[in-house]
């Protein structure tokens, strides 16, 4: 027979299990869809400046090219490289969402990008198939939001989990009062699709990352949130700079860097 102290001590011990995994387990996002609408644009007007023909882009200097509104980085046949590739992931969700993806884009997530050069990507921007993936990314922008929201709804449990003890509790502190903020999950979604979690050791230069887990780690606690947040992601980049390989000139990125992240605290 359990005794009553022992049944007391027993139901104290389960609920304060409880009440410690519900304080860990964040609460999904949810976002109206005018919200939702808002964002997927700002993003949109980041990445491509609003134009449609900017959907599919390979930016110099890098190996691969960047589709759709948050330009998700698809990797060639038989390459692949420290980035996390997101375009074959999103291609995935759009299945599931049961949306209508031309054939051969459903084929080639299997493979690889079918370019596999920025040159021979550039020469095919003309293309049926090329058109033909403008036209479909232009249609989806809604279905790319909900990608980007699904993914910073991982973001927090994923980064948790690679720290521990006072770290963890400032990281969630500091993720929430973005949150909260006006706009805040603007900034949260954009800058976790813009620069990745920070968990991945591949991205990474001189073991330092650059992601949204190192700028919630940098974060002022004194400063209003967005403010604080931007300061962070500036300092964070420029650190990415510094560390990062002298051929790559990454430098003529900064500016535009800094100008996407002062739009999380000028609108």
């Not at 920025?118 to 989806?140: E, I, V, W």
């Not at 991982?154 to 973005?178: C, D, H, N, W, Y």
Request: net charge positive; hydrophobic share 40%; glycine share 6%.
């Amino acid at each position: 027979m359990i005794r009553s102290h022992h049944l007391k001590f027993i139901l104290i011990s389960a609920l304060s299990i409880w009440l410690s995994a519900c304080s860990q387990a964040p609460e999904s996002i949810v976002l109206s869809q005018a919200e939702a609408t808002q964002i997927g644009e700002k993003i949109f007007f980041n990445e491509c400046a609003g134009k449609e023909a900017l959907l599919t882009s390979w930016n110099r200097g890098e190996a691969f090219p960047s589709l759709g509104i948050g330009h998700f980085i698809w990797y060639p046949t038989g390459t692949s490289g420290p980035f996390k590739e997101s375009f074959p992931e999103l291609i995935r969700y759009m299945q599931a969402s049961d949306a209508n993806i031309p054939d051969w884009i459903v084929e080639a997530i299997e493979h690889g990008a079918p370019w596999p050069s920025r040159t021979l990507f550039l020469n095919a921007q003309d293309s049926a198939r090329m058109q033909q993936l403008r036209g479909f990314l232009a249609k989806t922008k809604h279905l790319q939001t909900k990608f980007m929201v699904k993914r910073l709804n991982r973001a927090l449990p994923t980064m948790l989990a690679t720290v521990s003890g006072s770290q963890k509790a400032k990281i969630e502190q500091q993720f929430q009062r973005v949150a909260s903020a006006p706009m805040g999950y603007y900034a949260l979604i954009d800058y976790v699709n813009f620069k990745g979690e920070g968990v991945k050791t591949s991205e990474r230069y001189q073991d330092q990352g650059w992601g949204l887990l190192q700028v919630l780690e940098v974060m002022d606690e004194s400063k209003p949130p967005l403010a604080a947040f931007a300061e962070a992601a500036k300092k964070v980049l420029a650190r990415r700079v510094v560390n990062s390989p002298a051929d790559r000139g990454e430098k003529r990125w900064l500016p535009g860097w800094y100008k996407r992240i002062s739009t999380y605290i000028s609108e």
